[in-house]
């Protein structure tokens, strides 16, 4: 069975827990991820969007074949904001996306003491990043559309290209997270079994397709 991820707007103060959008909760020694890149001749790291946090703690009660984390705290960024309605400098199309365009990252523990939130801000010190939202995780069908974790790849495409690969995060355009990508296409994250079964989370592979 895979997982699925209802966003929903909350007043509750989500700090440390399972959020979508907002700013990242994260350990002082975690860096915020960037891409390099280069516009109008000027190279520049370029800060990824956060797209959501994951409490495991959340997901421990439907993830019965112990595939992911059942406690600490699961990062996903990715330069996605071209799918959000913004300009950017990095634009990623069809296909496997070029290494740091997705990162997904890991904190072993959660310490509501040493969590900091890491806000991004423009020149005015005005917050950058979209409202957040409060994940619901409930059981889906390994196929089920919308956003998942787990379950089957989404394309005959990249299970010929990928067969060693399983499917860890399935990122469909969604009305209430105001993505929109284009022709119905999903960003599917990807790891193989063995790097899943040890946290090599930077073998991660973004698909788009």
Wanted: negative net charge; glycine residues 8%.
């Amino acid at each position: 069975m895979a997982i699925k991820l209802t966003l929903n707007k909350t007043e509750r103060i989500l700090f440390c827990g399972s959020k979508w959008w907002g700013d990242p909760d994260m350990p002082e020694n975690m860096q915020y991820p960037t891409v390099e890149v280069t516009e109008d001749g000027e190279t520049f790291d370029y800060p990824l969007t956060f797209i959501c946090q994951i409490n495991c703690e959340d997901i421990a009660p439907f993830d019965r074949e112990g595939k992911l984390p059942h406690e600490g705290m699961l990062y996903f960024f990715g330069a996605i904001d071209e799918w959000l309605g913004y300009d950017s400098p990095t634009t990623q199309g069809k296909g496997e996306w070029p290494k740091g365009h997705f990162v997904v990252k890991y904190a072993k523990t959660i310490n509501f003491e040493t969590f900091q939130t890491c806000m991004l801000v423009d020149d005015e010190d005005q917050q950058l990043t979209e409202n957040e939202l409060e994940i619901t995780f409930s059981e889906c069908e390994d196929e089920a559309d919308g956003i998942r974790l787990l379950g089957s790849m989404p394309d005959d495409d990249i299970k010929r290209g990928y067969p060693d690969f399983c499917n860890i995060l399935r990122l469909a355009g969604d009305a209430a997270a105001g993505i929109e990508f284009p022709e119905g296409m999903t960003l599917t994250l990807m790891m193989k079994e063995s790097d899943l079964k040890f946290g090599n989370w930077k073998k991660t592979k973004a698909y788009l397709g």
